[in-house]
């Protein structure tokens, strides 16, 4: 059984950074391609950062020189480190993996960006 895990979430001030994880039980991230989305009310769910089996990552234009992800082989984890964040990163943020013929979604987590 697929499970991803996603924790890291919460309440930033603006100007302040938080760290997602995502772990995965039941497959092997680094044979899939991963990525990051994230969703606001009345929004449609968009892609925020992505890192494919070539490796190079890639981000929505808001999020570049801001966000980095990354995966943590050792511990089968996709994370994101979100650095500066401002009022308009505030979404819930899903895990994305997928292939060819399967994708699997985190249980998402809310990121709120206040003071």
């Known amino acids: 059984q697929v499970r991803l895990v996603e924790s890291g979430g919460g309440l930033a001030q603006p100007g302040g950074s938080l760290r997602l994880s995502c772990t995965a039980s039941g497959i092997i991230l680094r044979h899939y391609d991963v990525g990051w989305y994230r969703q606001s009310p009345g929004a449609e769910r968009e892609m925020v950062a992505r890192?494919?089996?070539?490796?190079?990552?890639r981000y929505t234009d808001s999020v570049k020189g801001r966000f980095t992800v990354s995966r943590d082989d050792t511990k089968n984890t996709l994370i994101l480190q979100m650095n500066r964040l401002r009022p308009e990163d505030t979404a819930v943020y899903y895990c994305?993996?997928?292939?060819?013929?399967?994708?699997?979604w985190g249980q998402g987590t809310q990121v709120t960006v206040s003071t």
């Open positions: 994305n993996v997928e292939n060819r013929v399967t994708t699997y």
């Open positions: 890192l494919p089996g070539d490796g190079l990552a």
